[in-house]
């Protein structure tokens, strides 16, 4: 079985891939930026093209049997900057993937990495589960929900088999700590360097965090799916306010640690945690990482980044 | 007030900028097609430019307070054909205007004719309220639906006002009777030739119809509208079989119609009926037409089309 991660040279492609592998996968990676220094010993080959350009890549790989696609030119806060590029790019991009794979005659599995804290929006419940209503509160959201629809609609008609991940936030290893996602790495990279941590209002704000190789097994787990869902949420399960996590990193490192205290964000939800029942009911899945050895495991990839 | 209309030559076009007009507006139309002969004499002015190309229209209109954006490149068929180009053109299309109002800094109220027939999906009750789940069934009706949710974003971002109108079947004077939407036109001009009309099934999918000067008014109090909704149902808000559009027909000529029956469409919904409550209780507006009226005056107009 052939394995085409789309955006694999990123933090979670490292880890589906490796998940893929050992499951007894041959695992490629498709990704618009070069082969990074990180060896990844648990692929078959690298790929630099475009990942929406089925052409560029499919022969290459000599084709696949599953599509992870983790592609995209954007995250939240550059998605409301430009909503034209954004759609422009990962939407429309994904459509022509889905074009060429129907021109092409071939039905790979494709597995979407959508966002479960982007397509529902604000929470009217918590934990929010698959069938909470979809209001995206802004245009990465907005795109991550038209690319589900799409693919839904893709499976209705024409047979292209889909599943969709809205993944929570991930954390781990290879996680980059300079980026405006990843409050876990950015943290941990701070408090390391003994820089202090930007906290907005009082800490309270409680999110949803799974750490990376637990949603490789999920991917896992998707791509061999046989039941009736089409869209998983895959989060840690329980939520962990920003002061759980500066108190876990301030436990890992035997001190305290400094904050900068900003006012608060009204658009912040004060709470947004995954429902994941229907994982474990489909997919026999659940994190199996606890938290602090999860935190720990990402402090100790951070000490080896500059 | 001004008012500039998206894709305003058309048979919608026509109907909307004729009551809005009648309400002391300054109606301008602008459309990819060149001006039609059919003359309108409520226009302030006819442009032909690309809808989605602030730049080419607004400064010939001297800008607008209401834009009514019908504008379009697809029907459902060719947008499941080519759904590529249906989200280019449409979606990015639409955001492009977003993003150049923005950059203008003008913030007029932007009414967007959704798809009520399309944007819900399969119906899991009828009537459809607005809070009906969003389940599209074909790239037209997800584009549509992201459209809807960067507007509800912009307006909850950057201010925008807008408000949109989620529309069953339109019918009346100047529907085309050539297209692959609009079964009354099509049926009502077949008939007057005695031409035979086509049939799926046994007649008795039901289907919402609501006459085009009534969602003229509708747009007329979208206009204006000052409450809490942003998402407005717009139907006839009761339901006719294919049975009954033949049965009508049939009285209006004084004779029968012959038809030409083919196999049930197993993917068309049996029913559906749009619940037009919430337009009643904030825009004061409901359908003012009788069916077999309505579809009278469409007969009369279609006599004079070739």
């Known amino acids: ?28 990676s498709i990704d618009r930026t070069p082969p990074q220094n990180e060896p990844a010993p648990w692929l078959a080959g690298e790929v630099q093209a475009d990942c929406f350009d089925l052409s560029s ?57 959508s966002s479960g804290g982007a397509v529902y929006g604000r929470p009217q419940f918590v934990p929010l589960s698959e069938t909470h209503p979809t209001m ?3 245009a990465y959201g907005a795109t991550k929900l038209a690319i ?6 893709e499976e209705a008609l024409h047979g292209l088999p889909c599943r ?5 936030n991930p954390y781990g290893e290879w996680q980059r700590p300079y980026g405006v996602q990843g409050v876990i790495a950015v943290f941990a990279h701070r408090a390391l360097r003994g820089q202090p941590l930007d906290v907005w209002g009082d800490g309270s704000v409680v999110r949803d965090f799974v750490y990376a190789a637990d949603v490789g097994r999920a991917f896992v ?11 998983f ?28 205290v900003f006012p608060a964000r009204p658009f912040d939800p004060p709470v947004n945690v995954l429902d994941i029942q229907r994982a474990w009911d489909e997919l026999a899945w659940k994190p199996a990482m606890a938290f602090e050895e999860g935190v720990a495991m990402s402090m100790q990839w951070l000490r080896t980044v500059p």
Chains 1, 2 share one sequence.
Do not use: Y
Request: proline share 4%; aromatic share 4%; with cysteine.
């Open 164 to 168: 969709i991940l809205r993944l929570s």
């Open 233 to 260: 949420n895959i989060g840690g399960g329980i939520g962990h306010s920003v002061n759980d996590i500066v108190r876990t990193l301030e436990n890992l490192l035997g001190q305290a640690v400094e904050r900068r």
């Open 148 to 153: 589900e629809h799409h693919l839904r609609i």
């Open 1 to 28: 079985m052939r394995c085409a991660i789309l955006g694999g040279a990123g933090f979670l492609g490292r880890h589906i891939g490796r998940s893929m592998s050992a499951e007894g996968m041959e695992v490629w």
């Open 221 to 231: 787990s998707a791509a061999r799916h046989t039941g009736p869902s089409r869209i």
């Open 136 to 138: 995206p509160m802004g």
């Open 57 to 113: 890549w499919w022969d290459t790989v000599g084709g696949a049997d599953v599509i992870v696609h983790l592609a995209s030119s954007t995250v939240p806060a550059t998605a409301s900057e430009d909503p034209v590029q954004d759609a422009q790019t990962n939407l429309v991009g994904t459509l022509r993937l889905l074009q060429a794979l129907r021109q092409k005659g071939v039905q790979p599995r494709l597995l979407f990495a």
